[in-house]
T-cell receptor
């Protein structure tokens, strides 16, 4: 079953913050986050494992609440280069990824 | 290192024709995957492989076949193409058994079935 992402789309000005949420009804091994620019392949951002992990990657960080089966991606002080579609992927114990339908992020100057 | 490569980049087929998409990776990854991406649907797993000589069905396997005769290559076949198979196809690979199983994606193949 596909994880649910919210919001579906968000428009920001440079320097503003955004949060993208991902929730699943299935038991998870991990949560992946990828970013895809138009016409390109998805690019890996980070993985969060079980255990309430948080991670940071420059101004992009994420958290994983294992009990709630939810993950959130935080983008702070957004830059034009952050524009794209963000996908969460929930990984099963069998190491298969099921992707959400994506959140389209647009950063305006 | 080229990473993950896919051929062809674009293809137009007529209904009923067959074709094979080739994915190659030079990272010695164990796991390989084929996804399709349709507008607003995200990526959906078609088939995957956990090692040379193995294949398994994903979420949307109907109408597709795969083979992994060599560790570095993963082939996706369409025996009788249908308009519903118009999509962008992505191949990916990963170490598989590592704790952090990051997937590396190829550039995609845009397929149109008329």
């Amino acid at each position: 079953q596909q994880p649910v992402q919210s919001p579906q789309a968000v428009i920001l000005r440079e320097g503003e913050d955004a949060v993208i949420n991902c929730s699943s009804s299935k038991a998870l091994y991990s949560v992946h986050w990828y970013r895809q620019k138009h016409g390109e392949a998805p690019v890996f951002l980070m993985i969060l494992l079980k255990g309430g992990e948080q991670k940071g990657h420059e101004k992009i960080s994420a958290s994983f609440n294992e009990k709630k089966q939810q993950s959130s991606l935080y983008l702070t002080a957004s830059q034009l280069s952050y524009s794209g579609t963000y996908f969460c992927g929930t990984e099963s114990p069998a190491r298969q990824l099921t992707f959400g339908s994506g959140t389209q992020l647009t950063v305006l100057p | 290192n080229a990473g993950v490569t896919q051929t062809p980049k674009f293809r137009v087929l007529k209904t009923g024709q067959s074709m094979t998409l080739l994915c190659a990776q030079d990272m010695n990854h164990e796991y390989m995957y084929w996804y399709r991406q349709d507008p607003g649907m995200g990526l959906r797993l078609i088939h995957y492989s956990v090692g040379e000589g193995t294949t398994a069905k994903g979420e949307v396997p109907d109408g597709y076949n795969v083979s992994r005769l060599k560790k570095q290559n993963f082939l996706l076949g369409l025996e009788s193409a249908a308009p519903s198979q118009t999509s962008v196809y992505f191949c990916a690979s990963s170490w598989g058994l590592e704790v952090e199983n990051e997937q590396f994606f190829g550039p995609g193949t845009r397929l149109t079935v008329l």
